[in-house]
């Protein structure tokens, strides 16, 4: 399967504190992207990052990809409440099929 | 600029029902996907339209059905209702090739009884 999955499924931090989250893929893939979701509610489009390019940065957000180990991670820069939501990665085939992990449920305390 | 809407936002339909939902992408996008997320997990690929022509189909049963119109706008049929159907159905609109990112729609929540 090509799903992305999502390490780890939850993490718990302080509001000021940075997030990571890890994402691993098993086939070649197109391209990356990292998705938002609060309570269920539609996903919101974070970053992509092609299969070529190693590193993104957007605002707060910092996102990499190792295609000889296929993953990525995405780490969040001094992060809010606001921030509490559960995070994706979607790995897109040639035809920007995506292909979901099960996510990271991160929740960021005040 | 309007995103991708969705209609409509929560349904509820008796299990053996047929339900229609229906998904309008952002202006000048031409590809529109459909997902299912159950609860708790992520969400899985359905379909793929791309210039009114399906370009895939996930790993659903027949009773799910799905076109795109002239307009670019798209309806996703099930039949025979499950109760395991019961899930939030997400529309993705994107421009279509590569590389392109996926704007997704507030989705609609169908619960089957």
Not at chain 1, 31 to 38: A, T
Not at chain 1, 39 to 68: A, P, Y
């Amino acid at each position: 399967s090509q799903q992305g999955e999502e390490d780890p499924q939850a993490l718990s931090i302080q509001e000021g504190e940075n997030a990571t989250m890890n994402c691993s893929y098993k086939t070649s893939i197109n391209n990356l992207q990292w998705y938002r979701q609060n309570s269920g509610r539609g996903l919101v489009h974070l970053i992509l990052i092609r299969s070529n390019e190693r590193e993104k940065h957007s605002g707060r957000l910092r996102v990499t990809l190792d295609t000889s180990k296929k993953s990525s991670s995405l780490l969040i820069t001094a992060s809010r409440a606001a921030d509490t939501a559960s995070y994706f990665c979607a790995t897109a085939d040639n035809f920007n099929k995506f292909y979901f992990g099960s996510g990271t449920k991160l929740n960021v305390k005040p | 600029d309007a995103g991708v809407t969705q209609s409509p936002t929560h349904l509820i339909k008796t299990r053996g029902q047929h339900v229609t939902l229906r998904c309008s992408p952002i202006s000048g996008h031409k590809s529109v996907s459909w997902y299912q997320q159950v609860l708790g997990q992520g969400p899985q690929f359905i379909f793929q339209y791309y210039e009114k022509e399906e370009r895939g189909r996930g790993n659903f049963p027949d009773r799910f059905s799905a076109r795109q119109f002239p307009n670019y706008s798209s309806e996703l049929n099930v039949n025979a209702l499950l109760l395991g159907d019961s899930a939030l159905y997400l529309c993705a609109s994107s421009w279509g090739g590569r590389h392109t990112e996926a704007f997704f729609g507030q989705g609609t929540r169908l619960t089957v009884v």
